[in-house]
């Protein structure tokens, strides 16, 4: 049987963006090149990769198959090059990084700038995604290397922990929760507190830290994707949210007596780095994971001082 790894990437390409043209343009080639090595491929196979009467085109039933094992023989493919590179002293290449966006503001500019300055021949590429955008591209090989909370709980990807951040209430400065030094969960029963939206895994976060469903404001209902607009709303409305410990940080010394914290085991957020099990780039994840973990303030680093919330 005679199949190339390129076929492999065109089929990838094709399954990505279900139109031939663009497939095409990502692998720098023309359409014709691109079908006529798709049409040998299936001729070799003697299967139909995907179903071209559907607009979009989608993968025909044994092509989702194909599909999946030629993922597989691609990642295995690039190992052979990054088993090389792991056995010299350099560093060159990319590494694409998906994070949350409840992270990123406050943990980029720990390490990004040291990461940049020690290891030059590395290009980053760095894009604001959600969990669940994360997951995807991880298991379709979109991104090497993800940065978000866990524990995910997904068998084909692994989880390295880099620290743990404490989870606090932020109130308007004459709020009653200000006043207590030691919330117990119950506290936050209100109908004042400002949420993220869905499909932020913080805003599951909190959720779960309450025994009961929490209750929401009848008048108003606003959720956001961003932390720094509930920051703006409770400063500006009234009321309180929850934050991050990294957020809670960038607080000005004058802010932080509007910071609550809860009575222990203190809610703990896990952020982690996870990745695929045949990952090609172990090496260049490895120092970004010590270079995070050396640049983070050092309580976060410690399990031991609450209880880790999940939110799945």
């Known amino acids: 049987m005679n199949i190339s790894l390129t076929q492999l990437e065109y089929i990838l390409a094709i399954d990505t963006y ?5 497939a095409a343009d990502a692998c720098l080639v023309t359409q014709p090149t691109l079908s006529m090595q798709l049409k040998k491929l299936e001729e070799e196979l003697k299967i139909n990769i995907f179903d071209r009467s559907k607009q979009p085109i989608i993968p025909t039933d044994a092509g989702k198959q194909i599909i999946e094992q030629a993922r597989i023989i691609l990642r295995e493919a690039k190992k052979l090059e990054q088993i090389a590179k792991h056995h010299d002293d350099t560093f060159e290449g990319s590494l694409i990084i998906g994070i949350i966006p409840t992270l990123a503001p406050y943990l980029l500019p720990y390490f990004l700038g040291d990461f940049l300055k020690k290891y030059k021949q590395i290009k980053l590429v760095i894009q604001e995604l959600t969990t669940d955008e994360i997951i995807f591209k991880l298991n ?9 909370a866990t524990p995910l709980h997904e068998n084909n990807l692994m989880e390295e922990p880099l620290f743990y951040e ?3 209430v932020f109130a308007h400065y004459n709020h009653p929760l200000t006043k207590k030094k030691n919330l117990d969960h119950d506290d936050i029963m209100r109908d004042d507190i400002w949420m993220l939206s869905q499909g932020n895994c913080f805003r599951s976060q909190v959720i779960n830290i309450c025994a009961n469903p929490i209750k929401m404001n009848d008048q108003l209902k ?3 994707g961003s932390i720094e607009t509930l920051k703006k709303m409770v400063e500006m409305e009234g009321g309180f949210t929850l934050l991050p410990e990294l957020a809670v940080l960038e607080l000005s010394n004058k802010k932080i007596n509007q910071v609550a914290e ?7 957020r896990e952020i982690s780095m996870v ?3 045949s990952v090609s780039k172990k090496k260049f994840i490895d120092v970004l994971k010590k270079l995070i973990i050396g640049s983070v ?4 680093l410690n399990k031991k001082r609450g209880a880790v919330v999940e939110w799945k």
């Open 18 to 22: 279900r139109h031939f043209a663009k």
């Open 275 to 277: 990745y695929a099990r």
């Open 262 to 268: 809860f009575k222990k085991p203190k809610p703990l």
């Open 140 to 148: 379709k090989d979109e991104i090497d290397v993800g940065i978000l």
């Open 297 to 300: 303030p050092e309580e976060l």
């Open 222 to 224: 606003y959720e956001s």
């Open 166 to 168: 404490e989870i606090k």
